[in-house]
């Protein structure tokens, strides 16, 4: 079906990954309104985009952000913490049928929208998809590609390797605003993580080796469970990134090319089990923050072309076809390494 609204509201616009969402949006034809919460900001970034509308909004404001989501196909929520902007932006959505798009990693907010907003979002055939992200969608769709054929599984185990973490200010914003305790899943039910994480060693392929890794479960602990047919679900991390990250001395990312990427390098893996058979899959790019432009924008005008399985609150590898997503951003973004099946 060829789409001819091709706006977008872009909620959090001038922030560290709404700029790259801007800037993937136009490039691939469609239109973003430029959104937030800063006024300010919104005009700076005008001067860059003297073409495009700049709607400021309010998450406290109802009418504000009404207006701001008026006239266009969807919304994307790039404005942190989530725990805070997504509900309000959620409801907007639905008070104007258009879809919602976000990049949640906080758990607790991601069940929230499975729960609050499933039954009104199917009954108004309206789709809201949290946490299409690095953190999150990536790991969601790896692992539902990796599974392919397979009915179910008895764990899928994800390793994410990072050379370096330089954290936006969203992101230091959001750890100190996501307090709650994280989960992951075990005998098909969501369990807290053990405290202290459990840690043990992962061989990552090259460039990263053989490394340390800890318990690092985020949003895509709620969407795999949701969708997929498995009883135990974990995620790690290196160590390297989770020392940055903690460090409050370690600088937000830096851009090192005229697409503002940073010189960051990521792998992520992912090992599917089912009795004694096994099947990874892999993923490797540049820059945690930047890739998920490619990836929110891809789900945007997938869903704009109606080019969906279901409406309601859906994860991207549940309504898409996993494979053929991730190949869309391979090699231009993505190098990727999945089973054929």
């Known amino acids: ?18 700029k790259f969402v801007v800037a993937e949006l136009l490039k691939r034809g469609y239109t973003p309104i430029l959104s937030g919460r800063s006024k300010d900001k919104l005009d700076a970034m005008g001067i860059r985009y003297p073409g495009l509308e700049i709607r400021p909004a309010s998450i406290d404001d109802p009418n504000s952000l009404d207006k701001a989501l008026g006239g266009a196909i969807a919304v994307i929520n790039c404005a942190g913490p989530f725990l805070d902007t997504a509900t309000p932006l959620i409801e907007a959505a639905l008070r104007n049928r258009i879809y919602y798009l976000d990049m949640a990693a906080e758990q607790q907010c991601v069940l929230t929208t499975y729960e609050r907003f499933a039954k009104e979002a199917l009954d108004k055939g309206i789709l809201i998809m949290p946490a299409i992200a690095f953190y999150g969608g990536l790991a969601d769709l790896l692992a539902t590609a990796t599974m392919g054929d397979w009915a179910t599984a008895d764990a899928i185990d994800i390793g994410i390797a990072l050379d370096s973490w330089m954290p936006t200010a969203g992101t230091r914003l959001t750890g100190q605003r996501n307090t709650s305790r994280r989960l992951t899943f075990s005998n098909k039910k969501l369990v807290f993580v053990s405290d202290p994480p459990r840690s043990q060693k992962w061989q990552f392929p090259e460039p990263f080796g053989l490394q340390d890794v800890v318990d690092f479960p985020l949003s895509e602990i709620i969407t795999i469970s949701k969708h997929l047919d498995v009883c135990e679900i974990n995620t790690y991390i290196n160590l390297a990134p989770m020392e940055d990250i903690h460090n409050s001395n370690t600088p937000p990312p830096q851009p090192v090319d005229d697409t503002g990427r940073s010189s960051q390098i990521f792998l992520m893996e992912v090992v599917v089990r089912s009795g004694d058979k096994a099947r990874r899959g892999v993923v490797t790019g540049r820059d945690i923050y930047a890739i998920t ?40 973004h993505l190098l990727i390494d999945i089973p054929t099946n």
């Open 1 to 18: 079906m060829i789409n001819t609204n091709k706006a977008v509201t872009v909620f959090g616009a001038y922030g560290h990954t709404g």
């Open 293 to 332: 432009a490619p990836l929110i924008v891809e789900a945007t005008i997938r869903i704009a072309e109606r080019m969906i399985k279901k409406t309601g609150v859906v994860c991207a590898a549940e309504v898409f076809d996993a494979a053929d997503f991730l190949k869309s951003l391979s090699p231009e």
